[in-house]
């Protein structure tokens, strides 16, 4: 029985050796390969003083390294944190020192910006995946050393030990660590090959980069059933008619993605040309979908079922709506479903008393997905969970989910809104309020305000500056760029004299957003 992350690899390489586990571009690696290559790897890292619950960065794009690199890592007993090779080495060392990292696993084509973060902070030890650093006292060693190196035994751990812990906006500006184990990964892991029948036959394709939370659909998925995962390099998210290119050649079954990326490909994926028969499940989530994509969508793969997934990386996924039929143009949202037949699901209101049916309230959940806590994080967690009974004299931990919520009957939950200000963008969750908190924080800036240009699904912000400051937007977005992920760099940052104001003197984000939706960049 497969009780941690990394067992069903090697379980696969006994029992299908030669089956081909992941695959990119014109690379391929079975089973078998990769079981030797993550035991190698894995004692590259104990030999280098990695012990059962020390955290080890991935600064890869995804690749097969980083599939060695996820898996070997976990065999060392250690926890992989996925690190975004866009990201400002800023907001990376940040990552870096709240998590205590001092081992990266990278490769030569990251070289100029790894050593921007090795320049910059002075923790890292060892560095696996290149030849050398312009640094001192900091152990190498490259892919090459690492495929000839002796293959150990794995660390032993047990399945509540940390496997992963994933980045996310945070509030304050600081980003949050969601904290996941090996038994919620195989929790999740084992609910979506139920759900989606998942064969060794299938080929699993995925649009999320490495630090994104969905790219573990496939990365522990598919190895569980003894499918293929075909990893889709990055560069062809921005490139429809390639990418649907690489998918008809790579006969993908089963493809996840948030609604844009499909979206994309309905309009500019070239899709006509394509034979794309082989895929029998699309499954998105993170946004909503428009009913008139996702129809148009649904009549060009007649043979593929569809199907809408909500989850926040806290607990992984928890529910599902099956799509049996396009929907008219006048569709109303998507429902995000009925709960996991390993979750449950209250809908509280603010005093945390459950709603009648019909009644709107947030949604509080308990799953065996459900993650271990934010990491370091005692104010965040002790927010976060909530007990409360769920039989007489029993009670269990349920994670607030922030999220407004109706039951709309016949297994419908449909989704409202938010509590806070977090909202979803491409399937990226982005705190308005840590793009305020990183404006607020140049020394130039009185007041900042981040809001939604609903009309356009974009992020705007708008400042006001001390009296004789020459700041421009132009400073301010670069300002932005050393701060921000990529996803959350508002499109457009104004400079006016004075914010709207509601009665009792707080900005007035919504007449802002109004105010701009439409308008020209400034």
């Not at 390489?13 to 391929?28: H, N, R, T």
Request: proline share 6%; glycine share 6%.
């Amino acid at each position: 029985m497969i009780k941690l992350l990394y067992e069903s690899v090697d379980h696969w390489a006994k029992q299908s050796p030669d089956k081909e586990a992941f695959c990119y571009l014109d690379q391929s690696i079975t089973y078998r390969e990769l079981s030797h290559l993550t035991s190698r790897l894995a004692g590259v890292l104990m030999a280098n003083g990695i012990k059962r619950g020390d955290r080890v960065g991935v600064f890869l794009a995804k690749s097969l390294e980083s599939t060695i690199a996820i898996y070997g890592i976990m065999k060392a007993g250690a926890a992989f944190v996925p690190l975004d090779p866009a990201a400002s080495p800023e907001r990376l060392g940040g990552m870096i020192n709240h998590c205590g990292i001092n081992c990266l696993i990278s490769h030569p084509d990251m070289q100029t910006k790894l050593q921007d973060i090795l320049t910059s902070f002075d923790d890292i030890t060892c560095v696996i995946g290149v030849n050398s650093v312009d640094a001192p006292d900091i152990q190498t060693m490259d892919w090459d050393q690492v495929a000839h190196a002796p293959i150990v035994p794995p660390a032993r751990i047990i399945a509540q030990d940390i496997a992963y812990i994933m980045y996310t906006s945070g509030s304050t500006g600081a980003p949050k660590g969601i904290t996941h184990t090996h038994a919620s990964g195989l929790a999740y892991a084992h609910a979506i090959t139920e759900l989606y029948d998942v064969q060794p036959a299938d080929r699993f394709g995925n649009h999320a980069p490495l630090h994104f939370d969905i790219s573990t659909f496939d990365y522990f998925a598919a190895p569980l059933r003894g499918a293929t995962t075909v990893i889709i390099p990055e560069p062809y998210m921005k490139m429809p008619a390639s990418l649907s290119e690489l998918m008809e050649k790579e006969r993908l079954t089963l493809w996840f993605s948030a609604p844009n990326a499909l979206i994309q490909l309905l309009l500019n994926g070239v899709l006509e040309a394509r034979d794309l028969q082989s895929l029998r499940w699309v499954i998105f989530g993170g946004e909503p979908f428009p009913p008139k994509y996702l129809s148009a969508l649904m009549t060009q793969w007649p043979q593929a079922r569809f199907s809408n997934s909500y989850g926040p990386a806290e607990v992984n996924m928890c529910s599902y709506y099956h799509i049996d039929a396009p929907l008219a143009k006048d569709a109303d949202a998507i429902p995000i479903g009925r709960m996991w037949d390993i979750a449950e699901g209250v809908i509280v209101d603010e005093m945390d008393r459950p709603v009648a049916q019909g009644e709107q309230g947030e949604l509080l959940v308990r799953a065996p997905t459900r993650m271990r806590g934010y990491w370091n994080a005692p104010e965040l967690n002790a927010n976060c969970f909530y007990t409360r009974p769920v039989s007489a004299g029993i009670n269990d931990i349920f994670y607030r989910t922030g999220d407004i919520v109706v039951d709309a009957g016949e297994n419908r939950l449909m989704f409202l809104g938010r509590k806070d200000r977090q909202i979803k963008l491409r399937g990226y969750r982005i705190e308005l309020d840590e793009i305020e908190y990183v404006l607020a924080t140049h020394p130039d800036v009185e007041e900042a305000a981040a809001y939604m240009i609903v009309s356009g699904a974009f992020i705007e912000a708008a400042v006001t500056i001390k009296t004789g400051s020459e700041l421009n937007t132009a400073a301010l977005t670069d300002y932005c760029m050393a701060k921000l992920p990529n996803y959350a760099i508002p499109k457009t940052i104004r400079i006016i004299e004075v914010f709207p104001r509601t009665t009792s003197q707080k900005i007035d984000r919504r007449v802002l957003g109004q105010m701009y939706d439409g308008a020209k960049d400034v």
